[in-house]
């Protein structure tokens, strides 16, 4: 797929890609939940990072120069277990237990200081980090089930350049 803003190409048979833009959504449905849910749990500013990415590779360590920044959850490391992350404490005002994390956000520069261009940088606090959760205009929002897991985003964007971003 083509970046935004430049024209895409025609394929081998000259179909020429659209851009397609999603659909508005439509009436709510009867009980269903249309509002919004936004928390503070925090920007990292105790500096709670290690390399573990307990969605994509449990138990595991990450690569020393792929470091998150976490919110929430503040037992969530590499051993983290369903116990250790239920008897934990959180940088949530509203108590939430759940683990929130991201790559740390970097200065990229021309120098690197190792072999990881593009992921040695020194390390920044986001100046805001917004948690927001809205509800289903198709039905009934129900609790989310225990050891929920997600992803998003892509963490080699800035070395891989804009041809990987989704």
């Not at 890609?17 to 749990?41: F, I, N, S």
């Not at 490391?77 to 940088?91: D, I």
């Not at 956000?105 to 917004?130: C, F, K, M």
Request: charged letters at 15%; aromatic letters at 6%; one cysteine or more.
């Amino acid at each position: 797929m083509a970046e935004q803003g430049r024209r895409r190409k025609a394929t081998d048979d000259g179909h020429q890609p659209r851009r397609h833009e999603p659909r508005p959504p439509g009436p709510a449905a009867p009980g269903a939940a249309t509002g919004t849910y936004t928390w503070d749990c925090g920007r990292n500013e105790n500096g709670h990072r290690n390399t573990a990415n307990i969605v994509m590779a449990p138990g595991f360590p990450g690569q020393p120069h792929h470091v998150h920044d976490y919110v929430g959850n503040l037992s969530a490391a590499v051993g983290s277990t369903p116990q250790t992350l239920a008897a934990a404490l959180s940088t949530c005002r509203n108590g939430d237990l759940s683990t929130y994390f991201w790559p740390v956000l970097r200065t990229v520069g021309p120098t690197a200081a190792t072999d990881h261009t593009g992921h040695d940088g020194p390390i920044h606090v986001p100046v805001e980090v917004t948690l927001t959760f809205s509800g289903n205009p198709r039905g009934t929002v129900v609790p989310m089930p225990q050891q929920l897991a997600g992803t998003v985003g892509d963490a080699v964007a800035v070395t891989n350049g804009p041809g990987s971003w989704r």
